[in-house]
């Protein structure tokens, strides 16, 4: 993998593209109970709607996942990206959380569920844990990224509720993102009814 700061330095402009070539409002870094590890968030206001916000993380992929594009192929590593409404302010602690867990060696991939990523930031409201999916509130904006011999992939962390927890357990997470599509989800929204 290439250097950390070239690294750091390629995917916010991959970020930056995705979200219209828009300078960042702002970077946040947070740091794990230990003060070990810390994960940088880029925001942008107003994307991918007015009165929205996407962060992204950075430096994430330095760590490895264990997967590999093919056989023979290319290092995976992932980056996270998500959307809110500016009014929930604590949403970015949400992807740091996810992204503590990564680097602790949790599985990441589309399809998978982290359990109460979300409780301890939202008290009180019906989204307690998160699906990985691709990044879709952008369109296809957020592209697989080639540093060398590593491929960064981007997954976006959905909150679901406890409720969806137990569907996806019980028929699958295809299951669960199929009846997301079919209700039209605002996956944005930190206080959405369940649909299940």
Known sequence: MADRHDVDDRLAFAIADAVGG?????MVRHSDGTGAKHIDLVRYNNVPFRGGV????????????????????????????????????????????????VMDG????????????????????ELKHVLFTEPY?????????ELGDTTVVWLQPVPITQRELDFA???????????????????ADMDRESVI
């Open 22 to 26: 828009r300078t960042p409002d702002g």
């Open 54 to 101: 996407t962060f992204g993380t950075l430096g994430l992929s330095t760590f490895s996942i264990g997967g590999q594009t093919a056989d023979t192929g290319p290092d995976l590593r992932v980056e996270l990206v998500g959307a809110t409404y500016a009014r929930f302010r604590t949403y970015d602690n949400v992807l740091a959380t996810c992204a503590f867990s």
């Open 106 to 125: 949790a599985p990441v991939m589309p399809g998978q569920i982290y359990e109460g990523a979300v409780e301890p930031y939202f008290p009180g409201f």
């Open 137 to 145: 509130l952008w369109d296809d904006a957020f592209t697989l990224v």
């Open 169 to 187: 357990v019980a028929v699958g997470t295809d299951a669960l993102i199929e009846r997301f599509e079919e209700e039209r989800i605002d996956a």
